[in-house]
Protein backbone atom coordinates (compact mmCIF):
# COMPACT_ATOMS: atom_id res chain seq x y z
CA UNK A 1 0.00 0.00 0.00
CA UNK A 2 1.08 3.53 -0.74
CA UNK A 3 2.89 4.80 2.76
CA UNK A 4 0.89 8.29 2.55
CA UNK A 5 -2.34 6.32 2.30
CA UNK A 6 -1.25 3.64 4.98
CA UNK A 7 -0.44 6.96 7.31
CA UNK A 8 -4.29 8.57 6.34
CA UNK A 9 -6.19 5.11 7.08
CA UNK A 10 -4.14 5.06 10.51
CA UNK A 11 -5.46 8.65 11.37
CA UNK A 12 -8.86 7.95 10.22
CA UNK A 13 -9.75 4.80 12.50
CA UNK A 14 -8.02 6.83 15.21
CA UNK A 15 -10.16 9.08 15.08
CA UNK A 16 -13.35 6.58 14.59
CA UNK A 17 -14.36 6.97 10.95
CA UNK A 18 -13.30 4.24 9.82
CA UNK A 19 -14.56 0.95 10.98
CA UNK A 20 -13.97 -2.71 10.97
CA UNK A 21 -17.62 -4.14 11.64
CA UNK A 22 -20.54 -3.70 14.07
CA UNK A 23 -19.18 -1.83 17.12
CA UNK A 24 -18.77 -3.84 20.81
CA UNK A 25 -20.17 -1.18 22.97
CA UNK A 26 -22.92 0.30 20.57
CA UNK A 27 -24.46 -2.62 19.36
CA UNK A 28 -24.66 -4.11 15.56
CA UNK A 29 -25.14 -1.37 13.64
CA UNK A 30 -26.34 -3.34 10.37
CA UNK A 31 -30.01 -1.63 9.46
CA UNK A 32 -32.61 -4.69 10.76
CA UNK A 33 -35.34 -5.67 8.77
CA UNK A 34 -37.93 -2.46 10.59
CA UNK A 35 -35.09 0.11 10.35
CA UNK A 36 -37.01 3.15 10.57
CA UNK A 37 -34.55 4.95 8.29
CA UNK A 38 -34.26 2.16 5.43
CA UNK A 39 -37.15 -0.18 6.01
CA UNK A 40 -36.79 -3.79 4.94
CA UNK A 41 -33.51 -4.99 3.19
CA UNK A 42 -33.46 -7.33 0.04
CA UNK A 43 -34.46 -10.89 1.39
CA UNK A 44 -34.61 -10.05 5.00
CA UNK A 45 -37.97 -11.21 7.02
CA UNK A 46 -39.45 -9.76 9.95
CA UNK A 47 -42.21 -8.20 11.46
CA UNK A 48 -44.10 -6.09 9.15
CA UNK A 49 -46.36 -3.47 10.91
CA UNK A 50 -49.00 -3.01 8.42
CA UNK A 51 -52.09 -5.60 7.12
CA UNK A 52 -54.11 -5.28 4.45
CA UNK A 53 -57.39 -7.40 4.64
CA UNK A 54 -60.03 -8.54 2.54
CA UNK A 55 -63.74 -10.00 3.22
CA UNK A 56 -65.20 -11.70 0.34
CA UNK A 57 -68.70 -12.75 1.72
CA UNK A 58 -71.06 -14.70 -0.18
CA UNK A 59 -74.15 -12.38 -1.10
CA UNK A 60 -76.32 -15.27 -2.26
CA UNK A 61 -80.08 -15.91 -1.13
CA UNK A 62 -78.39 -18.47 1.55
CA UNK A 63 -76.37 -16.49 3.49
CA UNK A 64 -78.43 -14.52 6.10
CA UNK A 65 -77.63 -16.60 9.04
CA UNK A 66 -74.10 -16.33 8.21
CA UNK A 67 -74.25 -12.44 7.94
CA UNK A 68 -75.59 -12.14 11.02
CA UNK A 69 -73.02 -14.28 12.48
CA UNK A 70 -70.03 -12.22 10.63
CA UNK A 71 -71.46 -8.91 12.08
CA UNK A 72 -71.95 -10.22 15.83
CA UNK A 73 -68.27 -10.81 15.35
CA UNK A 74 -66.74 -8.22 13.68
CA UNK A 75 -66.36 -5.74 15.52
CA UNK A 76 -64.24 -8.06 18.18
CA UNK A 77 -62.37 -9.26 15.30
CA UNK A 78 -61.32 -5.51 14.95
CA UNK A 79 -60.68 -5.31 18.72
CA UNK A 80 -57.86 -8.07 19.12
CA UNK A 81 -56.25 -6.45 15.52
CA UNK A 82 -56.24 -3.13 17.62
CA UNK A 83 -54.82 -5.17 20.22
CA UNK A 84 -52.44 -7.10 18.56
CA UNK A 85 -48.69 -5.80 18.93
CA UNK A 86 -45.70 -8.04 17.21
CA UNK A 87 -42.58 -9.42 18.93
CA UNK A 88 -40.89 -5.60 18.72
CA UNK A 89 -44.01 -4.37 20.78
CA UNK A 90 -45.30 -2.25 17.68
CA UNK A 91 -49.29 -2.01 16.82
CA UNK A 92 -50.12 -3.09 13.35
CA UNK A 93 -51.44 -0.54 11.10
CA UNK A 94 -54.19 -2.26 9.47
CA UNK A 95 -57.48 -1.58 6.88
CA UNK A 96 -60.55 -3.67 6.12
CA UNK A 97 -62.65 -3.67 2.83
CA UNK A 98 -65.18 -6.32 1.85
CA UNK A 99 -66.54 -7.34 -1.02
CA UNK A 100 -68.91 -10.01 -2.21
CA UNK A 101 -68.45 -13.32 -4.40
CA UNK A 102 -70.51 -12.27 -7.37
CA UNK A 103 -69.93 -10.99 -10.77
CA UNK A 104 -71.40 -9.57 -13.65
CA UNK A 105 -73.54 -12.96 -15.09
CA UNK A 106 -75.91 -13.98 -17.68
CA UNK A 107 -77.07 -17.44 -18.48
CA UNK A 108 -79.55 -20.07 -19.19
CA UNK A 109 -81.18 -22.64 -17.21
CA UNK A 110 -82.81 -25.56 -18.42
CA UNK A 111 -86.08 -25.58 -16.64
CA UNK A 112 -86.78 -29.40 -18.44
CA UNK A 113 -86.05 -32.69 -16.26
CA UNK A 114 -83.00 -34.74 -17.50
CA UNK A 115 -85.44 -37.39 -18.49
CA UNK A 116 -88.58 -36.40 -20.29
CA UNK A 117 -91.97 -37.34 -19.12
CA UNK A 118 -94.71 -38.38 -21.28
CA UNK A 119 -97.15 -35.51 -21.59
CA UNK A 120 -94.73 -33.21 -20.26
CA UNK A 121 -93.80 -30.27 -23.11
CA UNK A 122 -90.44 -29.24 -23.55
CA UNK A 123 -90.05 -26.01 -21.81
CA UNK A 124 -88.07 -22.89 -23.00
CA UNK A 125 -84.45 -22.70 -21.07
CA UNK A 126 -84.78 -19.56 -18.56
CA UNK A 127 -82.79 -16.58 -19.08
CA UNK A 128 -80.91 -15.28 -16.37
CA UNK A 129 -78.92 -11.91 -15.67
CA UNK A 130 -77.50 -11.10 -12.11
CA UNK A 131 -75.44 -8.18 -11.02
CA UNK A 132 -72.49 -8.60 -8.47
CA UNK A 133 -69.85 -6.61 -7.03
CA UNK A 134 -67.23 -7.52 -9.68
CA UNK A 135 -64.63 -7.63 -6.84
CA UNK A 136 -65.47 -3.89 -5.68
CA UNK A 137 -64.99 -2.92 -2.21
CA UNK A 138 -67.95 -1.80 -0.73
CA UNK A 139 -68.43 1.89 -0.04
CA UNK A 140 -71.55 2.35 2.13
CA UNK A 141 -72.45 3.28 6.32
CA UNK A 142 -71.03 6.77 5.78
CA UNK A 143 -67.89 5.75 4.20
CA UNK A 144 -65.23 8.52 2.38
CA UNK A 145 -63.14 5.66 0.49
CA UNK A 146 -63.64 1.64 -0.22
CA UNK A 147 -61.82 0.87 2.81
CA UNK A 148 -61.77 1.41 7.15
CA UNK A 149 -58.59 2.63 8.33
CA UNK A 150 -58.44 0.57 12.20
CA UNK A 151 -57.86 4.43 13.45
CA UNK A 152 -61.16 5.30 12.82
CA UNK A 153 -63.54 6.64 15.66
CA UNK A 154 -66.56 4.57 14.53
CA UNK A 155 -64.92 1.32 12.64
CA UNK A 156 -66.66 -1.23 15.02
CA UNK A 157 -70.39 0.56 14.11
CA UNK A 158 -68.88 1.05 10.44
CA UNK A 159 -68.09 -2.88 10.54
CA UNK A 160 -71.20 -4.18 11.75
CA UNK A 161 -72.75 -2.51 9.13
CA UNK A 162 -70.21 -3.51 6.81
CA UNK A 163 -70.96 -7.58 7.31
CA UNK A 164 -74.04 -7.14 5.96
CA UNK A 165 -73.94 -7.28 2.27
CA UNK A 166 -77.08 -8.95 1.54
CA UNK A 167 -78.77 -11.61 -0.31
CA UNK A 168 -80.01 -10.61 -3.58
CA UNK A 169 -76.58 -11.43 -4.99
CA UNK A 170 -75.71 -13.67 -7.89
CA UNK A 171 -76.63 -17.48 -7.37
CA UNK A 172 -73.35 -18.81 -8.54
CA UNK A 173 -70.20 -18.10 -6.26
CA UNK A 174 -66.82 -17.36 -6.80
CA UNK A 175 -64.95 -16.38 -4.50
CA UNK A 176 -61.52 -16.98 -5.69
CA UNK A 177 -62.03 -14.97 -8.75
CA UNK A 178 -63.50 -11.84 -6.58
CA UNK A 179 -60.38 -11.94 -4.84
CA UNK A 180 -58.24 -11.82 -7.48
CA UNK A 181 -60.59 -9.08 -9.06
CA UNK A 182 -60.58 -7.06 -6.16
CA UNK A 183 -56.54 -6.74 -6.10
CA UNK A 184 -55.99 -6.67 -10.12
CA UNK A 185 -58.73 -5.67 -12.33
CA UNK A 186 -60.46 -3.43 -9.44
CA UNK A 187 -57.04 -1.74 -8.80
CA UNK A 188 -56.16 -1.58 -12.42
CA UNK A 189 -59.29 0.47 -13.32
CA UNK A 190 -58.82 2.71 -10.19
CA UNK A 191 -62.04 1.20 -8.53
CA UNK A 192 -60.13 -0.27 -5.41
CA UNK A 193 -56.71 1.94 -6.11
CA UNK A 194 -54.93 2.93 -2.89
CA UNK A 195 -55.84 0.02 -1.29
CA UNK A 196 -52.94 -2.28 -1.55
CA UNK A 197 -49.51 -0.88 0.21
CA UNK A 198 -46.29 -2.50 -0.39
CA UNK A 199 -45.21 -3.51 2.79
CA UNK A 200 -47.94 -4.93 4.30
CA UNK A 201 -49.00 -8.20 4.88
CA UNK A 202 -52.30 -8.82 2.47
CA UNK A 203 -54.63 -11.02 4.44
CA UNK A 204 -57.83 -12.38 2.50
CA UNK A 205 -61.19 -13.85 4.05
CA UNK A 206 -63.28 -15.91 2.17
CA UNK A 207 -66.83 -16.76 3.94
CA UNK A 208 -69.24 -18.89 1.85
CA UNK A 209 -71.70 -21.70 1.98
CA UNK A 210 -70.93 -22.99 -1.36
CA UNK A 211 -68.62 -24.27 -3.20
CA UNK A 212 -65.94 -21.99 -5.81
CA UNK A 213 -67.35 -22.03 -9.21
CA UNK A 214 -64.93 -18.81 -10.82
CA UNK A 215 -66.59 -19.14 -14.23
CA UNK A 216 -64.58 -17.00 -16.79
CA UNK A 217 -67.47 -17.47 -19.20
CA UNK A 218 -70.95 -16.12 -20.02
CA UNK A 219 -74.43 -17.51 -21.94
CA UNK A 220 -73.85 -21.14 -20.63
CA UNK A 221 -76.53 -23.33 -19.66
CA UNK A 222 -77.14 -24.76 -16.65
CA UNK A 223 -79.53 -27.83 -16.39
CA UNK A 224 -80.78 -29.63 -13.34
CA UNK A 225 -78.07 -32.83 -13.01
CA UNK A 226 -74.69 -30.61 -14.22
CA UNK A 227 -73.19 -30.61 -10.76
CA UNK A 228 -72.67 -27.14 -9.18
CA UNK A 229 -70.63 -25.53 -12.14
CA UNK A 230 -72.47 -26.71 -15.40
CA UNK A 231 -70.96 -28.81 -17.93
CA UNK A 232 -67.47 -27.64 -19.13
CA UNK A 233 -67.26 -24.73 -16.79
CA UNK A 234 -64.73 -22.65 -17.96
CA UNK A 235 -62.69 -22.20 -14.78
CA UNK A 236 -60.38 -20.14 -12.93
CA UNK A 237 -58.36 -22.60 -11.90
CA UNK A 238 -56.43 -22.76 -8.58
CA UNK A 239 -53.22 -22.32 -9.65
CA UNK A 240 -54.27 -19.50 -11.63
CA UNK A 241 -55.78 -17.93 -8.61
CA UNK A 242 -52.28 -18.49 -6.20
CA UNK A 243 -50.42 -17.56 -9.19
CA UNK A 244 -52.31 -13.89 -9.50
CA UNK A 245 -52.30 -13.55 -5.67
CA UNK A 246 -48.25 -13.99 -5.81
CA UNK A 247 -47.87 -11.56 -8.73
CA UNK A 248 -50.07 -9.15 -6.54
CA UNK A 249 -47.44 -9.24 -3.34
CA UNK A 250 -44.61 -10.00 -5.02
CA UNK A 251 -44.32 -13.31 -3.28
CA UNK A 252 -46.04 -16.30 -1.28
CA UNK A 253 -44.92 -15.10 1.80
CA UNK A 254 -46.30 -11.70 1.54
CA UNK A 255 -49.84 -13.20 1.66
CA UNK A 256 -52.42 -15.26 3.82
CA UNK A 257 -56.10 -16.16 3.60
CA UNK A 258 -58.42 -17.97 5.73
CA UNK A 259 -61.44 -20.10 4.05
CA UNK A 260 -64.32 -20.50 6.52
CA UNK A 261 -67.05 -22.72 4.47
CA UNK A 262 -68.08 -25.94 4.44
CA UNK A 263 -65.18 -28.63 4.81
CA UNK A 264 -68.25 -31.38 4.53
CA UNK A 265 -71.95 -31.07 3.38
CA UNK A 266 -72.87 -29.34 6.93
CA UNK A 267 -75.62 -27.76 8.75
CA UNK A 268 -75.71 -25.71 11.94
CA UNK A 269 -77.74 -23.19 13.75
CA UNK A 270 -76.48 -20.66 10.74
CA UNK A 271 -77.36 -22.70 8.08
CA UNK A 272 -76.17 -25.43 5.92
CA UNK A 273 -73.03 -25.70 3.74
CA UNK A 274 -71.97 -27.52 1.08
CA UNK A 275 -68.30 -29.06 0.68
CA UNK A 276 -65.88 -26.33 -0.57
CA UNK A 277 -64.06 -28.81 -2.63
CA UNK A 278 -62.28 -26.55 -4.70
CA UNK A 279 -61.21 -23.94 -1.66
CA UNK A 280 -59.81 -26.94 0.36
CA UNK A 281 -57.89 -27.56 -2.89
CA UNK A 282 -56.71 -23.41 -2.51
CA UNK A 283 -55.76 -23.91 1.16
CA UNK A 284 -54.10 -26.86 0.29
CA UNK A 285 -51.91 -25.58 -2.49
CA UNK A 286 -51.31 -22.41 -1.50
CA UNK A 287 -48.99 -23.78 1.58
CA UNK A 288 -49.11 -22.56 5.23
CA UNK A 289 -50.15 -19.00 5.05
CA UNK A 290 -53.86 -20.71 4.05
CA UNK A 291 -55.86 -22.33 6.44
CA UNK A 292 -59.56 -23.71 6.24
CA UNK A 293 -62.22 -23.52 9.38
CA UNK A 294 -65.71 -24.95 8.50
CA UNK A 295 -68.72 -22.45 8.39
CA UNK A 296 -71.22 -25.10 10.53
CA UNK A 297 -69.03 -24.91 13.70
CA UNK A 298 -71.46 -22.24 15.07
CA UNK A 299 -70.21 -19.14 15.99
CA UNK A 300 -67.88 -17.19 13.87
CA UNK A 301 -65.49 -15.91 16.82
CA UNK A 302 -63.23 -19.03 16.69
CA UNK A 303 -63.33 -19.29 12.46
CA UNK A 304 -62.27 -15.28 12.85
CA UNK A 305 -59.76 -15.39 15.89
CA UNK A 306 -58.35 -18.62 13.83
CA UNK A 307 -57.53 -16.02 10.49
CA UNK A 308 -55.79 -13.32 12.58
CA UNK A 309 -53.82 -16.28 14.43
CA UNK A 310 -52.55 -16.99 10.71
CA UNK A 311 -52.14 -13.36 9.56
CA UNK A 312 -50.18 -12.45 12.52
CA UNK A 313 -47.95 -15.63 12.38
CA UNK A 314 -47.29 -14.49 8.62
CA UNK A 315 -46.88 -10.81 9.65
CA UNK A 316 -43.77 -11.71 12.16
CA UNK A 317 -42.27 -13.36 9.25
CA UNK A 318 -42.73 -11.23 6.33
CA UNK A 319 -40.39 -10.82 3.67
CA UNK A 320 -38.39 -7.51 2.84
CA UNK A 321 -38.77 -6.96 -1.46
CA UNK A 322 -36.67 -9.15 -3.48
Same mark, same amino acid.
Request: with cysteine; charged share 20%.
Given at each position: MNPN? +?? %?? @?? %?? @???? /????? @? /? +??GDITPGPNDPE?????? &? +?? #???RMDLVFVIDDSGSMGEEQENLRDNFASFAALLQDYRNPEG???? =??????TTGRDINFFVDPNPPFPIPGL???????????????? =??????? @??RWIDGNAANMSDTLECLAEVGTN?????? #?LMMSTWALQERVADGTNAGFLRDDALLGIVMLTDENDCSR???? =?? %???????????????? /????IAKLDEVKQGRGRWAAAVIAGLSDCSSDFGNAVEATRLKDFAAEAGDNVITHSICDGSLTEALE??? &? +? =?????? /?FPGPS
Open positions: L +TM %LA @SG %LM @SLGL /VGCGP @S /V +TGTGPLPG &D +TG #PCTEAVD =FRIAVTPPQPLMPMNEDGDNGA =FRKKCGM @SQGPSIEM #PTDNG =FT %LGGDDGECGEDAQLQT /VPQTAAL &D +T =FTEACE /V
